[in-house]
């Protein structure tokens, strides 16, 4: 339980980074951070899975390249489900899913 507390945190911290770093993606408060945040894994707990079963082929012909793009989209999806948490085009969530990304390793690396 407390690890799933931990890596909720670092994802909160992670889509704060994003949205400093990257002007096309906001997010109002931190609590609107958390609940993006919780969104986020949901939805890569729930449907990644999916998504990387159904695309299978293409992933295997693009050398794995595609799972960015199955990110990005689950990152933009978070961004249209949240209030307060704007993703305004595919290239941000594309962009913002690697800085998500980045991040996440980074923390767990430290943690």
């Known amino acids: 339980m407390i690890r ?9 911290v ?3 980074v994003a949205s400093a770093l990257l002007p096309g993606v906001r997010v109002k408060n931190w609590g609107t951070a958390f609940v993006g945040a919780a969104i986020l ?4 707990a729930l449907l990644r899975p999916i998504l990387v079963f159904l695309t299978f082929p293409i992933t295997i012909v693009t050398l794995g390249l595609f799972l960015f793009v199955i990110n990005a989209l689950l990152f933009q999806l978070a ?3 949240v ?7 595919f290239g941000w969530a594309l962009l913002g ?14 943690l």
């Open 97 to 110: 899913s690697l800085v998500v990304s980045a991040v996440s390793v980074l923390a767990s690396m430290v």
């Open 4 to 12: 799933i507390l931990i890596g909720w945190a670092i994802l909160t």
């Open 83 to 89: 209030d307060g948490f704007e993703v305004k085009s």
């Open 41 to 44: 894994g949901i939805l890569n």
């Open 14 to 16: 992670a889509v704060m």
């Open 79 to 81: 961004g249209a489900i």
